[in-house]
């Protein structure tokens, strides 16, 4: 089985405007309210692809009724942790730019903790675990790194989907795949990376680190995978972008979705690819019909320096 983690779901509300005045009372065009989260959106993509998965993390407050009644909506499997808190509203603001205001999150007591945790005790070798986005402020920025260190004993594979310190000390725990996007990467080494033999050189450290695969996600112009024998490149596919949020999480999905089917990783970079471009091209994350139109566009080549 699959298990996402998503530790600070949130409701995504999405602002459509022409142009935003600050100072100003502005009127918007259009709004969307979606159930978001990182590993809420990867698990609503391997549902599209046909993938089991369980959807965990923490829920509280009429806005978590909010998420998990939407995720119920859309059949996806869930075993979220009520908390006594609200789960928070992210606002996306689509005006002349794009601009987001993410939340803190609730907080979560060391009884919802244990009681989250308790669900994992249970894992196999034939289960991953996908941990993806942001902690509560209440949890110590060790969280994920422990969630690990049980995950692996357990023997099951884990994907991490963090930045900073937080990624780092998760390397030589052997994720099965990490996606930073080429800012991330370059934030991580404390480099600025021009042009794609930069970024290639930058990912190869993860790879030396100990992740399994290493993902490289550079929104409109596509993506990189490093594998411990090649490296492939691919353009991302023309299309008009109507919202962009959640395509590194589709690009995850994809990715773990179908290594998980295939064990290859050059479809699941396929994958991964035409879910992140098919989320671009949609108002919502990407359902199975826009990522197969898409997934023909998707030309992925070897790449050498
Ligand atoms: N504007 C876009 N046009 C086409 N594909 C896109 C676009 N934005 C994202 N994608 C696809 O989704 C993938 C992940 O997007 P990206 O924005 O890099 O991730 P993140 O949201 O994690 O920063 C990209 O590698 C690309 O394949
Ligand atoms: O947990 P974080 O880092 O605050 O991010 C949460 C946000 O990320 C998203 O999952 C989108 O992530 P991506 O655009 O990076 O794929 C939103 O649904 C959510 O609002």
Redo the contacts with the bound molecule.
Sequence with gaps: MIYTVTVNPSIDYIVQLEKLTLGEVNRMDHDAKLPGGKGINVSRILKELGQDNIALGFLGGFTGKFVEDTLKEKDLKTSFTHVADDTRINVKIKAQNESEINGKGPQVTAEEVAAFKKQLDNLTSDDAVILSGSLVPSLSQDFYFDLIKLIRSKGAQFVIDTTGESLMKTLKENPLVV?P?HHELADLFGVELNGLDDIVTYGKKLLTLGAQHVLI????D??LLITPDEVYY?A??K?T?IN?V??????IGGFVGTFAATKDPVESFRYG?AC??A???SEDLADRAKIDEILPAIKIEKYSK
Excluded: H, Q
Excluded at 217 to 220: N, T
Excluded at 246 to 251: E, L, P, Q, T
């Design positions: 996606k996007n996600s550079m929104a409109g596509g993506g691919s991302a596919p299309g972008v962009s959640g395509a590194g999480d589709s690009m690819l992140g471009s989320t671009a091209f």
